[in-house]
């Protein structure tokens, strides 16, 4: 949590004077930077309780978790710490959080929303 919270203060604080809109470019790269840096930083936690787990397997099993696939490369869950099953459970539960965030405030904002969804598709237009 300290690393986690040491590295938000940081991006914080070298943005804190930049104020404006987000534009369509703007927000794919914020979908994309987020999707990339929260499993990096969600796999500390593993890495420093499972032993024997490289990077690419906590990093698996963190953006497993987030895009709530459930998929994992870990053996013996049940022998697994109790904190280790929260936070995998924890992952599923923001990665939820984080879809259901994506299509009621970002896909709106690019243009994407119910109405396009519900709206039938005439043949020939």
């Known amino acids: 949590m300290v690393w986690t919270s040491a ?10 004077r930049h104020k404006g809109e987000l534009s369509i470019r703007d927000g794919y790269l ?12 969600s796999t500390l936690p ?8 490289s990077f690419t397997d906590a990093y698996f099993e963190t953006m497993s978790g ?22 995998r459970h924890e992952l599923n539960w923001l990665g939820g959080m984080g879809i259901i965030v ?4 970002i ?3 690019l243009g ?7 709206r039938p598709r005439l043949r020939g237009r």
Do not use: E, H, K, Y
């Open 30 to 41: 914020l979908v994309v930077a987020m999707w990339t840096a929260m499993p990096a930083v």
């Open 112 to 118: 994407i929303g119910g109405r396009q969804c519900s």
């Open 7 to 16: 590295i938000g203060f940081l991006m914080w604080w070298l943005t804190r």
């Open 66 to 87: 987030l895009t709530t696939t459930g998929a994992t490369v870990l053996t013996g869950l049940d022998t697994l710490p109790p904190a280790i099953n929260v936070w």
């Open 107 to 109: 896909l709106p904002l």
């Open 102 to 105: 994506l299509a009621v405030a």
């Open 46 to 53: 593993l890495l420093l309780v499972v032993d024997g787990l």
